[in-house]
């Protein structure tokens, strides 16, 4: 089933064979995806997306698949004769609890991820049929060796400590970059590829992607369906820029992740952080266009996302519905309470991120400091399981328990213990209890993707009246809870009303936790409320509608677009251009040059006849020999339109006699070299340099790599050389202040590639051609072949003139006009070419036909 150019892939991205295929799901399966869309024929060429049999989606409701690392399905083993295996939800499942977000009934859940327990291979057809048919669950069988080297070695060795801010400076600080582990991981996304293949509608579905453990997926799914509608969401955190770079994989990770349509995040300093390293490593840039953030890559607009998860309001208010809770709330009355003991609550993992350890250090040095704490306060520190294991959860472990030894020994009294620390796995129903007598949480991370535990309070807070009574409370009264949260997780932005700390500052969590203990009733009262209205509305459902919402809204071009796959391995990505939007053929436009008489050429030069990044920008004696090749043609009338200052342009060519020349953008022309410069507005008075100079030596001073440009009707402020952020972030300033101070000037303030220009008003490239237009019909030439070329946002006025000129009759009603833009990427143009290589490439194409057209 997986074709040959898909295998190949897998080779490339990991440098080991493909796997064999283990574990299909049964052909009883209703099959969605027709075996006409996986030849790999169809694979290989590079051609328009995989597509599907119409009636084989007919009839069908929409569907939605969501993919993790593991599937939201508990599985026990059967302890009578019959032995195999029985399956049931897992409620606390987040993948679960975002199904209860869609409120249309049409719509049809598919899950694809692992199982938490090892099945025989002589299971696997079974276990499919069943998970099929009862919970519309696609099993994803990794071998345990295999699974152990992607799950526990790169996932919770290497990328997600990195992805929490540890650097391997030590072997034993982080793992070290391995690359068996990598291939492991390439490997296991590769099988999720292929389940997933065997139950998508590539046409119709939606496919969700969660978490880390999966980042290169979307790169094997938009392999096979160049349109697949692609949404990726990452629990944890994404790291600074300084931090990723170190991967060594990084751009890899970059490019898969930009595979998808839609990428989520939970706050907006992990989107900066990716928004950072796309533009120092890939040179992308992004743009916020009404509210929502859009990356442009290779003509396809990723879209960026920045929603916190909630929690499921329903299933906790069910859990705070029963009788076992308030049993045991009525217990841990009689245990705190009416002892007239103050609870403080921690739940955490039993990893070296929650910070367990710090918290009880600011547990003991607040016993320290308020003596008269001791015997009335107490830290419930529930510690669940690590997810991961190695030599680091082992140490915690040793660090939590000597601490609470100490602490004990230290302030402790017959009946009374200040620590009281719970390893034990807990019933959500006794965690919830804890969550109703807890007079202050504490959530301490050193660093954390979300964590939903202080939600988990505040609704728990909440209460019902059950539990009011339990309390000996009126149900009348307002309720109140208290936050003691780090800086560094993601749901603390979310939780303004919460008491913020420093885990790392132990005497500013103790004196937080003494301010939770003291703060006066009326302010616990207004907390609680503020919080709670915000996470009973944004809830998991709120959350998950949002996502999808999104994810609808970036895929609703899919159709229209043309789109092709190109690049090799984890590199490959997918073109996706206008219909009307195509690359200029050579044979095509010699063709048309051969067959026209009167010929307008129009050239920038920066970008489209110089490479941007090239040191030297004088012309190449290659360029002006094509030029001039051009030019003897007494049928063209060819133009360069630069934004480059008159002196600089007549020097670089001054030996093209009749190449014309726009400089400034436009403001001064010249027919050619004999003729005399004119302007296309009269002349203005340039004193508003004497207000711009000051502001952009200042914002030059402030940015190392940055300089000013003076010409003689503008000036410009360029970062080509500076920080890619820190420039651009100046640049967005510079431009409102230079608006702001120029508001009453009689010039144009607008950025640019790299940088902020000012300039006279009405000055335009757009001028350049409608003068050139017009020119050619005073003379009696009207142009019945035009080529425009350009590469950046001033060049967009060239080809919107010509394009609006195509009815007049400034243009001939049948003339060839190929209006064309550097790169592929939205534009008024028609008609593209990759780069300053392939233009030159043409333009000699073009100057060998003009040649040979010259009479001797």
């Given at each position: 089933?997986?074709?040959?150019s898909?295998?190949?892939?897998?080779?490339?991205?990991?440098?080991?064979?493909?796997l064999?295929?283990?574990?299909?799901?049964?052909?009883?399966?209703?099959?969605i995806?027709?075996?006409?869309?996986?030849?790999?024929?169809?694979?290989?060429d590079?051609?328009?997306?995989?597509?599907?049999d119409?009636?084989?989606?007919?009839?069908?409701?929409?569907?939605?698949?969501?993919?993790?690392?593991q599937?939201?399905?508990?599985?026990?083993?059967?302890?009578?004769?019959?032995k195999?295996?029985?399956?049931?939800?897992?409620?606390?499942?987040i993948?679960?609890?975002?199904?209860?977000g869609?409120?249309?009934?049409?719509?049809?859940y598919?899950?694809?991820?692992?199982?938490?327990?090892?099945?025989?291979l002589?299971?696997h057809?079974?276990?499919?049929?069943?998970?099929w048919d009862?919970?519309?669950?696609?099993?994803?069988?990794?071998?345990?060796e295999?699974?152990?080297r992607?799950?526990?070695?790169?996932c919770?060795?290497?990328l997600?400590?990195?992805?929490?801010?540890?650097?391997?400076?030590?072997?034993?600080?982080?793992?070290?970059?391995?690359?068996?582990m990598?291939?492991?991981?390439?490997?296991?996304?590769?099988?999720?590829?292929?389940?997933?293949?065997?139950?998508?509608?590539?046409?119709?579905?939606?496919?969700?992607?969660?978490?880390?453990?999966?980042?290169?997926?979307p790169?094997?799914?938009?392999?096979r369906?160049?349109?697949?509608?692609?949404?990726?969401?990452?629990?944890?955190?994404f790291?600074?820029?300084?931090?990723?770079?170190?991967?060594p994989i990084?751009?890899?990770?970059?490019?898969?992740?930009?595979?998808?349509?839609?990428i989520?995040?939970h706050?907006?300093?992990?989107?900066?952080?990716?928004?950072?390293?796309c533009?120092?490593?890939?040179?992308?840039?992004?743009?916020s266009?009404?509210?929502?953030?859009?990356?442009?890559?290779?003509?396809?607009?990723?879209?960026?996302?920045?929603?916190?998860?909630?929690?499921h309001?329903?299933?906790?208010?069910?859990?705070?519905n029963?009788?076992?809770?308030?049993?045991?709330?009525?217990?841990l009355?009689s245990?705190f309470?009416?002892?007239?003991?103050?609870m403080?609550?921690?739940?955490d993992?039993m990893?070296?991120?929650?910070?367990?350890?710090?918290?009880?250090?600011?547990?003991?040095?607040?016993?320290?400091?308020?003596?008269?704490k001791?015997g009335?306060?107490?830290?419930?520190?529930i510690?669940?399981?690590?997810?991961?294991?190695?030599?680091?959860?082992?140490?915690?472990?040793?660090?939590?328990?000597?601490?609470?030894?100490?602490i004990?020994?230290?302030?402790?009294?017959?009946g009374?213990?200040?620590?009281?620390?719970?390893?034990?796995?807990?019933?959500?129903?006794?965690?919830?209890?804890?969550?109703?007598?807890?007079?202050?949480?504490?959530?301490?991370?050193?660093?954390?993707?979300?964590?939903l535990?202080?939600?988990?309070?505040i609704?728990?807070?909440q209460?019902?009246?059950k539990?009011?009574?339990?309390?000996?409370?009126?149900?009348?009264?307002?309720?109140?809870?208290?936050?003691?949260?780090?800086?560094?997780?993601g749901?603390?932005?979310?939780?303004?009303?919460a008491?913020?700390?420093?885990?790392?500052?132990?005497?500013?969590?103790?004196?937080?936790?003494?301010?939770?203990?003291?703060?006066?009733?009326?302010?616990?009262?207004?907390?609680?409320?503020?919080?709670?209205?915000?996470?009973?509305?944004?809830?998991v459902?709120y959350?998950?509608?949002s996502?999808?919402?999104?994810?609808?809204?970036?895929c609703?071009?899919?159709?229209?677009?043309?789109?092709w796959?190109?690049?090799?391995?984890?590199?490959?990505?997918?073109?996706?251009?206008?219909?009307?939007f195509?690359?200029?053929?050579?044979?095509?436009?010699?063709?048309?040059?051969?067959?026209?008489?009167n010929?307008?050429?129009l050239?920038d030069?920066?970008?489209?006849l110089?490479?941007?990044?090239?040191i030297?920008?004088?012309?190449?004696?290659?360029?002006?020999e094509i030029?001039?090749?051009?030019?003897?043609?007494?049928?063209?009338?060819?133009?360069?339109?630069?934004?480059?200052?008159?002196?600089?342009?007549?020097?670089?060519?001054?030996?093209c006699?009749?190449?014309?020349?726009?400089?400034?953008?436009?403001?001064?022309?010249?027919?050619n070299?004999?003729?005399e410069?004119?302007?296309?507005?009269?002349i203005?008075?340039c004193?508003?340099?004497?207000?711009?100079?000051?502001?952009m030596?200042?914002?030059?001073?402030?940015?190392?790599?940055?300089?000013?440009?003076?010409?003689?009707?503008?000036?410009g402020?360029?970062?080509?050389?500076?920080?890619?952020?820190?420039?651009?972030?100046?640049?967005?300033?510079?431009l409102?202040?230079?608006?702001?101070?120029?508001?009453?000037?009689?010039?144009?303030?607008?950025?640019?590639q790299?940088?902020?220009?000012?300039?006279?008003?009405?000055?335009?490239?757009?001028l350049?051609?409608?003068?050139?237009?017009s020119?050619?019909?005073?003379?009696?030439?009207?142009p019945?072949?035009?080529?425009?070329?350009?590469?950046?946002?001033?060049d967009?006025?060239?080809f919107?003139m010509?394009t609006?000129?195509?009815?007049?009759?400034?243009i001939a009603?049948?003339?060839?006009?190929?209006?064309?833009?550097?790169?592929?990427?939205?534009?008024?143009?028609k008609?593209?070419?990759?780069?300053?290589?392939?233009?030159?490439?043409?333009m000699?194409?073009?100057?060998s036909v003009?040649?040979?057209?010259?009479?001797?």
């Amino acid at each position: 089933m997986v074709s040959r150019s898909y295998s190949n892939l897998l080779e490339l991205a990991s440098g080991e064979a493909p796997l064999p295929n283990i574990g299909r799901i049964s052909r009883r399966i209703p099959r969605i995806m027709t075996v006409a869309g996986i030849l790999s024929d169809i694979d290989d060429d590079g051609s328009e997306s995989v597509g599907s049999d119409p009636s084989s989606s007919s009839g069908q409701r929409d569907r939605i698949i969501i993919v993790a690392n593991q599937l939201p399905i508990k599985v026990h083993r059967r302890l009578d004769s019959s032995k195999g295996w029985t399956f049931s939800w897992d409620l606390n499942s987040i993948l679960l609890q975002l199904k209860d977000g869609s409120r249309d009934e049409e719509l049809e859940y598919i899950y694809v991820g692992c199982l938490k327990e090892d099945i025989h291979l002589s299971d696997h057809e079974e276990v499919s049929q069943i998970l099929w048919d009862t919970f519309k669950c696609v099993p994803t069988f990794v071998p345990p060796e295999l699974f152990n080297r992607y799950y526990h070695g790169f996932c919770k060795q290497q990328l997600w400590p990195l992805f929490h801010y540890m650097l391997p400076l030590l072997p034993d600080l982080g793992g070290r970059f391995n690359r068996p582990m990598w291939q492991a991981y390439v490997s296991v996304n590769k099988i999720f590829a292929d389940r997933i293949m065997e139950v998508i509608n590539p046409e119709d579905d939606f496919v969700w992607i969660h978490d880390y453990h999966l980042m290169v997926l979307p790169t094997f799914l938009r392999k096979r369906f160049n349109r697949v509608k692609l949404g990726f969401f990452l629990h944890s955190p994404f790291p600074s820029s300084e931090i990723y770079r170190t991967l060594p994989i990084r751009e890899e990770l970059l490019r898969a992740l930009l595979n998808s349509d839609l990428i989520g995040f939970h706050t907006f300093d992990y989107a900066r952080h990716f928004l950072s390293c796309c533009s120092r490593m890939l040179g992308l840039s992004y743009e916020s266009k009404r509210g929502y953030i859009g990356l442009e890559y290779y003509g396809r607009t990723v879209s960026i996302k920045i929603l916190p998860v909630g929690i499921h309001m329903g299933q906790l208010q069910s859990v705070l519905n029963l009788p076992e809770t308030e049993a045991k709330v009525v217990e841990l009355i009689s245990q705190f309470s009416a002892r007239g003991r103050t609870m403080l609550l921690g739940v955490d993992d039993m990893d070296i991120f929650k910070g367990i350890s710090l918290k009880l250090l600011a547990m003991e040095q607040l016993l320290l400091q308020h003596p008269e704490k001791q015997g009335k306060v107490v830290l419930v520190q529930i510690a669940n399981p690590a997810r991961g294991k190695g030599k680091d959860v082992q140490e915690v472990q040793d660090e939590t328990f000597a601490t609470v030894k100490r602490i004990n020994e230290t302030f402790g009294a017959p009946g009374y213990d200040p620590v009281i620390l719970i390893d034990q796995p807990l019933k959500f129903y006794e965690r919830v209890a804890y969550y109703v007598v807890a007079e202050c949480c504490l959530v301490t991370a050193v660093r954390d993707g979300m964590n939903l535990i202080p939600y988990e309070y505040i609704i728990s807070r909440q209460g019902n009246e059950k539990l009011d009574k339990a309390l000996g409370i009126e149900s009348s009264l307002v309720k109140k809870s208290m936050l003691v949260l780090s800086e560094f997780i993601g749901c603390s932005p979310s939780l303004s009303g919460a008491i913020r700390v420093n885990p790392w500052n132990i005497d500013g969590v103790a004196e937080a936790m003494e301010s939770a203990l003291v703060m006066a009733e009326a302010e616990k009262q207004l907390r609680h409320e503020k919080h709670y209205r915000y996470v009973s509305t944004h809830d998991v459902a709120y959350w998950a509608r949002s996502f999808l919402h999104d994810l609808e809204r970036t895929c609703k071009d899919h159709a229209r677009c043309r789109s092709w796959g190109i690049g090799f391995g984890l590199s490959f990505r997918v073109v996706a251009l206008d219909p009307n939007f195509r690359k200029l053929a050579m044979e095509h436009i010699v063709s048309a040059y051969r067959r026209t008489t009167n010929r307008a050429i129009l050239l920038d030069y920066d970008g489209t006849l110089m490479p941007q990044n090239s040191i030297d920008k004088k012309p190449t004696s290659r360029t002006v020999e094509i030029l001039n090749s051009l030019c003897r043609d007494k049928n063209n009338i060819v133009f360069t339109v630069s934004a480059r200052s008159r002196a600089t342009l007549t020097e670089w060519f001054s030996s093209c006699e009749k190449l014309g020349i726009a400089a400034e953008h436009g403001y001064f022309l010249r027919l050619n070299r004999d003729e005399e410069w004119e302007t296309f507005v009269p002349i203005v008075d340039c004193k508003w340099k004497q207000v711009t100079e000051p502001v952009m030596k200042l914002y030059t001073e402030t940015t190392d790599g940055s300089v000013i440009e003076i010409k003689e009707t503008t000036m410009g402020w360029c970062y080509e050389d500076a920080d890619p952020d820190f420039g651009s972030c100046q640049a967005k300033e510079l431009l409102n202040h230079l608006e702001s101070v120029l508001a009453n000037e009689p010039v144009t303030v607008r950025s640019g590639q790299n940088c902020v220009e000012v300039k006279p008003q009405g000055v335009s490239k757009g001028l350049v051609a409608k003068r050139l237009l017009s020119m050619m019909q005073e003379k009696g030439m009207v142009p019945d072949f035009v080529l425009c070329i350009g590469d950046d946002r001033s060049d967009e006025d060239m080809f919107e003139m010509i394009t609006s000129s195509l009815n007049g009759p400034s243009i001939a009603p049948s003339a060839e006009v190929f209006a064309c833009t550097v790169g592929r990427k939205p534009s008024k143009a028609k008609y593209y070419l990759d780069d300053t290589v392939e233009i030159i490439k043409l333009m000699q194409g073009l100057a060998s036909v003009a040649e040979q057209m010259i009479p001797s």
